[in-house]
């Protein structure tokens, strides 16, 4: 058994084992309807309960079909459905029921302390689905579309960040220390990651580039990723906010600042920090990015379960 909580903690060799079979996993699946459940049902007979105490389309929709094409089942909880939380049952009580009745557990969460209590009391492996410092299963996600559009190991290429620094970004910063990529961000000078993730990097004796300027970032990348200035329920003067962050739009003026064949992704839903015109055009590979969470999470789902090949 084994957890998925922070790309920190995982060691790269497995999330290089996870890549290459969700490659493998995804070519199996070219002549597949849908729900049809892969060779040899590696997870029958397995339920994985999950809970989401913040708003999901795709990660309620990728892990749903990631265990049905695996062969299991998924059971989805509101936190507003149980006792938890609401001065009845505690996060150890409610843990040894999901334990019994379950056998994996994936949480999407306001409270990293939340997370950590739940590792604790829980004898089933637990996945991250999204808490407040950490989006794992997302970012290894975009390191495989990375590499499945780009044809190479993603640490031969340059990644820039233009955009807020958040969850996603933190991850990312993880995975740029795990897979040896340079990691270029642009963003406003108040808005640069926080001293404890520039410590982790350090102290791994990696180096991240943090730029004020869009432009300074994007310049010869091969890859830009944003996401949503305005994340869903952030307590800020949001007017305020987007005006802070005018400059660092991601729109074709500063794609041109990176190579030619430079791609976009960004992790959805969209805001007003890309333009139409990048969003919606040839260098922008947004679907893809999302499709491909289902391959990635059927692998991290056999990682936890100790069944990957």
Known sequence: ???????????????????????????????????????????????????????????????????????????????????????????????????????????????????????????????????????????????????????????????????????????????????????SIGCPKKFEPGKQVRDWVNKNNKKIFIYNDAKKAAKGADVIFSDKVISLNDKVNKKKKIEQFKKFKINQKLMNSAKKDCIFLHCLPRGSEVSEEVFLGKKSHVWQQALNRVHVQKSILLYCFGKLR
């Open 1 to 183: 058994m084994k957890h998925f909580i922070n790309l920190k903690d995982i060691p790269v060799k497995d999330l290089r084992k996870i890549i290459v079979d969700a490659k493998k996993r995804k070519n199996l699946r070219k002549k597949l309807s849908t729900l049809e459940v892969d060779k040899g049902a590696p997870l029958k007979g397995k339920l994985m309960i999950q809970m989401f105490e913040k708003s999901s389309l795709r990660t309620r929709l990728s892990f749903y079909l990631a265990i049905r094409q695996l062969g299991g089942e998924t059971l989805t909880l509101r936190s507003n459905e149980l006792h938890l939380g609401q001065g009845g049952e505690s996060i150890a009580d409610t843990a040894k029921i999901l334990s019994t009745y379950g056998d994996g557990f994936m949480l999407r969460t306001d409270s990293d302390k939340k997370v950590k209590n739940f590792k604790e009391h829980l004898s089933i492996p637990v996945i991250n689905g999204l808490s407040p410092s950490s989006h794992p299963t997302q970012v290894l996600s975009d390191v495989f579309t990375v590499e499945e559009i780009k044809k190479k190991s993603i640490s031969k290429l340059n990644i820039s960040w233009i955009g807020d620094s958040n969850n996603v970004l933190d991850s990312l910063i993880a995975a740029s220390v795990k897979f040896s990529f340079k990691l």
